[in-house]
């Protein structure tokens, strides 16, 4: 690992960390006035022509270009930021500033997450190596204790867990399954983490763990995987355990065979009580009731009366609850399912034909949205883009 560890760094961080650890500032959560704020999603104007970022906004909206694959972000340290930028999450740090993770989604040993640290201003002030040497690290989600589960996307794929503050080494946990992670969401009243499948006969899996850490979260490395079984007249939903979430003999997808399919499971988010995610191979937006144990359909691209929303991949979040998803195909948009029912395209990138769209999260504020390019204007994993886009998403 390269992660920061001179002295003075390490104390500043470390001061940070602690104080976090204390606080609920994980990413896509509300700031401490948030509860102020109401969603301006139905205000949004049509898309203008591309900035000079190569980007469609509407009016109101403005972007920067925060990082490049194999560039600095941040002058001040050595880290070049990483090839093929994938799932992303925020942090919120003491100093009223935060911190943007993205995964890597490149083999051979050479996949990991990076780490760009902002001040109050959104002034860039560090950028790091949180996770070094592994594969294919897709999405994954934040945890109520400030770490980011970054998930592999192969069949031998493990969840890493990770310190955006970079002090903590990273941390494998098995427990969750060995499989081709996706995504992963905690659910915040029962401490259980739901995961998707990117495969075309993927399954939708939760974790619950049975006993908790000295400080009181949930203890990763033991518990119980299960799988969903959903019934196809009244589509509840029954949870089988995993017999072996080591797949030493079988892959998981197939140890219970009555678990129900999903064609390519991606992006994963909990508000509310429901888990929200997303099936790209038939591009559709699930919903599940984690109260009454129900799954419906929020979003059908074969369906919907207007249906620009496609290729639904990443999903995010914004302070009032409202999914925001990035296209891996269609026109490359981030677009947003407003409470009104209306999608709202919030950006386009212009000239990536060979990319996708990924890491969507919006500063702890809501203010600013970070999503890449991950493979940029050239269509290679070496021209990752990074942005940042300012605007009123809330009133």
């Known amino acids: ?12 961080i470390t001061l940070v960390g602690l104080a976090n650890n204390l606080l609920f500032g994980c990413g896509n959560r509300s700031s401490s006035d948030s509860t102020q704020l109401s969603s301006a999603l139905d205000d949004i104007g049509p898309l203008l022509p591309p900035d000079d970022n ?39 740090t003491n100093d009223n500033g935060w911190i943007y993770v993205s995964n890597s989604e490149v083999g051979n040993n050479s996949g990991g997450v990076g780490a760009i640290r902002f001040d109050s201003s959104g002034n860039i002030m560090d950028a790091y190596s949180i996770l070094e040497n ?11 204790w400030n770490t980011w589960l970054s998930c592999e996307e192969h069949d ?44 075309p006969d993927g399954c939708f899996y939760r974790f619950a763990p049975d006993s908790y850490t000295i400080d009181g979260n949930p203890d990763l490395n033991s518990g119980v995987l299960e799988v969903a079984i959903v019934d196809s007249q009244d589509l509840s939903v029954r949870w089988q355990p995993v017999p072996d979430p080591s797949a030493s003999s079988q892959p998981t997808r197939y140890q219970v065979g009555s678990s129900t399919k999903f064609n390519g499971g991606e992006g994963i988010v909990f508000y509310n009580g429901i888990i929200s995610f ?7 937006i699930w919903s599940y009731n984690t109260e009454n144990n129900q799954i419906s ?28 998803v990035g296209e891996d195909g269609g026109d490359l948009q981030i677009i947003a ?33 970070y999503f890449s390019s991950q493979r940029g204007t050239s269509g290679s994993s070496r021209g990752g883009v990074t942005f940042e886009v300012t605007a009123p998403y809330h009133r």
């Open 1 to 12: 690992m390269s992660t920061r560890r001179s002295f003075l760094r390490m104390s500043a």
């Open 54 to 92: 190569g980007i469609m906004l509407p009016e109101g909206f403005r972007s920067r270009i925060i990082a490049r694959s194999g560039f600095q972000p941040y002058i001040g340290s050595p880290y070049l930021w990483h090839d093929a930028p994938d799932g992303g999450a925020t942090f919120s």
């Open 134 to 144: 592994s594969n294919y690290n897709c999405a994954g989600g934040p945890t109520s």
């Open 156 to 199: 031998s794929g493990v969840i890493w867990e990770c310190d955006p503050f970079g002090i903590r080494l990273p941390v494998q946990r098995p427990a969750l399954g060995i499989f081709a992670h996706e995504a992963a969401t905690l659910d915040t009243n029962t401490n259980m983490i739901y995961l998707t499948e990117d495969k």
């Open 278 to 284: 997303a099936s790209k191979g038939d591009n559709k």
């Open 297 to 324: 359909v929020t979003y059908d691209k074969n369906t919907h009366p207007t249906p620009i929303l496609s290729g639904v991949d990443n999903i995010t979040l914004n302070n009032e609850g409202e999914l925001v």
């Open 337 to 369: 399912l407003a409470k009104s029912n209306k999608l709202v395209p919030l950006a386009q990138l212009v000239g990536h034909n060979s990319s996708e769209v990924t890491g969507p999260a919006f500063s702890p504020d809501g203010k600013r949205l």
